[in-house]
């Protein structure tokens, strides 16, 4: 299938990949999109820890509270998915 999307190149041990497999078959979907959807759905708290990791150089207690914000907000999220189910 043509797309204009960029692509991106892991590798992984055989057993991680064996494993991948399984969760999308599991899911009916391919490696590729199991993959691409969990990246992007995870995006929010990847960015999040990344900031923090840079105030924690200078200001580890701040890197924390930011830490402890992102995990709330992404409870929160997933909370209020799961009541729409």
Same mark, same amino acid.
């Given at each position: 299938m043509a797309t204009d999307k960029k692509r991106v190149v892991i590798y =992984?041990? /055989?057993s991680d990949k064996q494993e991948l497999d399984n969760i999308a078959d599991a899911m009916g979907c391919s490696v590729s999109?199991?993959?691409?959807?969990? =990246?992007? /759905?995870?995006?929010p708290?990847?960015?999040?820890?990344?900031e923090a990791m840079k105030?924690?150089?200078?200001?580890?207690v701040k890197a924390m509270e930011m830490m402890k914000y992102a995990a709330e907000q992404a409870q929160n999220k997933l909370s209020s998915q799961m009541e729409n189910i």
């Open positions: =992984l041990d /055989e999109r199991l993959c691409g959807d969990v =990246l992007l /759905e995870s995006m708290q990847l960015k999040a820890t990344s105030v924690a150089r200078t200001d580890p």
